[in-house]
C-alpha cells in the first residue's frame, strides 16, 4: 500500500505510529519488537518526532534496534548509520543498551559480515533460512538503491547470504548490508521515502516503466505484499 501525506513531518509521525503499534502488539505477547533501521537523512525526521511525541509511550523495554546497513567507518564518524542514529534517537530514549545491536563499521568488512550475520541468527526468529525481523525500514536513494543494494550490485537481492559486503558505486566507499533475502521475509517492511529527488524514480518503479528492474528498490516495492511506502506529497508528485 501507498500511504501519500503533506509534509515529511507527516509522514514520519506516521510511521512513529506504525512503530508504536507494532512494538505494543508484540508486547502483548510478551515478545520483542525487532526492527531493523536504515541511514542516511529521511530517519532523522522520523527519530525527532518518535524522541517528542511518542517517547514515553513506545514499550522501549522491548524493542531491540538493529541495523539494515551500515557504512565500513567508526561509529563516531560523521558517516555511519549508528552515529546517526545515536546522536538522534537511542542516546535521548530509555531503551537498554542491550537491545541495540550495531553493525561494527570499524570492524574488517568480511570479518563483520560474518560476525553480524551470526548475531542475527542468534536474535531473531528464522524464517525460509533467513533471520526475521518484526520491521525492516528502508529508504530509497534517487538512483533506485536501497539498503546498500546499489544498482550495480543486483546480486545483493537474491543471494543465498543473510548479510553481505557492499560497495558503492562512486565512493567506493565498502559497506555492510542485509540481502534482499533477509530483508523480504521481514513480517512488515516499510519505506519512508520524501522529497522531490525521489519522485522520478519512484514514478518509474510505481508504473512499471522501462529498465525499472534496474532500480533495487523496484524488487521490494512491486514484488511483495508485505511491503508498505510511506510517502510525503513531493517524492509522490509523479505517481
Ligand atoms: C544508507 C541507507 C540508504 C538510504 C538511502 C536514502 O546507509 O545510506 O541505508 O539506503 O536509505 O540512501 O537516503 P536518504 O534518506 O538520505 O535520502
Known sequence: ???????????????????????????EL????????????????????????????IPWHCVRVFWVDERCVSATDTESNYGMTYENLLVKVPIPKSNIFRIRGENSPDVETKRYQRLLE??????N??????????????????????????????????????????????RITLTGSTIEQA?????????????????????????????????FINNNKTVDLYLDKCAASQI
Request: with cysteine; proline share 6%.
Open 187 to 219: 513480517n512488515h517492511v516499510i519505506f519512508l521515502i520524501t522529497g522531490n529527488s525521489k519522485a522520478n524514480v519512484l514514478r518509474e518503479i510505481i508504473h512499471g516503466e522501462l529498465n525499472c528492474e534496474n532500480y533495487p528498490a523496484f524488487h
Open 122 to 127: 542468534n536474535e531473531l526468529p528464522s524464517s
Open 30 to 57: 510478551s515478545l520483542p519488537f525487532n526492527i531493523a533501521l536504515s541511514g542516511g537523512s529521511t530517519p532523522k525526521q522520523l527519530f525527532t518526532i518518535m524522541v517528542s511525541e511518542f517517547s514515553d509511550s
Open 129 to 174: 533460512g533467513f533471520p526475521q525481523f518484526d520491521l525492516v525500514l528502508l529508504g530509497m536513494g534517487d538512483d533506485g538503491h536501497t539498503a546498500s543494494i546499489f544498482p550495480n550490485n543486483k546480486g545483493l537481492i537474491h543471494p543465498e547470504e543473510s548479510v553481505a559486503v557492499a560497495e558503492h558505486p562512486t565512493s567506493g566507499q565498502k
Open 1 to 27: 500500500m501507498n500511504y501519500i501525506f503533506e509534509t515529511p513531518i507527516d509522514t514520519a509521525r506516521a510511521v512513529a505510529t506504525i512503530i508504536l503499534q507494532s512494538a505494543k502488539s508484540k508486547v
